[in-house]
Every structure is written in C-alpha cells, then in structure tokens.
C-alpha cells in the first residue's frame, strides 16, 4: 500500500510540473522531470519517509537523507545542484543555473505545492524558504522577476 500511495503522489506531482513546465516551453523537461525518484536508490527511502510509520527510525531519516543527496545531485532543477564547496576553508561558491534548470525548478515549486495542498501557492512558500536557499545573484534576480510574472508574488529580494 505504502508503494502504491507514494506512486500516487509522484505521478500527481509529475502531472503538475509538467503542466507548468509545458507553460514555460519545456516539453522534455516536462516528461522526464524526476524520473531518479524511480530509481531505488530514491524510490525506497522516499516512500518510508513520506509513507512509512509516523515515528521515523533514525536508519530511515539517514536513508532518506542520502537519497534527496542523491536527487539532487542527479537533477539540474534543484539550487543545490548548483553550489560548490572549496573543500580547504570551506566556503561555498553558487554558479549561475541556465534558463531551462531555473524555469523548471520554479515549475517544481509549483508542481508541488499542488500535489500536496492542492493550491498554487509558490509565492508564499519562497517567501518563507528564500533566505535559506543559495542561490548565485543572475539566478535569484531570474528566479525572482518569472515569480513576480507568472505567480503574482509581490515579495521583496533576498540578500542571500
């Protein structure tokens, strides 16, 4: 039941990511969008994190852990695909995204906030999460501006 609830939701997700992306001309991007969370390495930990029992064993969060590292890692539409640590001091360094990674990154936003609450509320989310995530300064004034046009946010820019 846990395998047939989490398909569910990834594909609901998919669905809606797809119709933006397909608004933003990103047709591909629309199709293949997180197609890693198929993999097992993604699929397993996912599931029991978001579908497992309600108290979340410590081997289940660090297994869950490992696979949104992994899902990043394998999906330019996520910031953090985008940030490099120098490894000596450990200061960290944000690269531009393309277009495309950023326009569908932003569909993901929206994506998701449909499946789960089933409204479109992209503008308050990054409200709350936009100090949090590093992202380079083209990305953040791109990012920033496509919200203000297609969501209606009216926020203010991050500093970060």
Partial sequence: MRNWNYLKYVLKHKWYVLIYCWRFGLFWRGIVHDISKFRPS??????????????????TMAAFQMAWHLHQQRNR???????????????????QMPLDDALEMIADWMGAGRAITGRMEVGEW???????????????????????????WNGTSSNA
């Fill in 77 to 95: 539409h996520h910031w953090q695909y985008w940030i490099e640590y120098d490894g000596e001091g450990w200061s960290m360094k944000t690269f």
């Fill in 42 to 59: 993604e699929w397993g930990p996912y599931r029991d994190r978001f579908f497992g029992p309600e108290t979340i064993s410590e081997e």
């Fill in 126 to 152: 990054y409200e709350k999460n936009k100090d949090k995530m590093h992202l380079h300064e083209g990305t953040r004034f791109f990012v920033e501006n496509t919200l203000r046009s297609y969501c209606g």
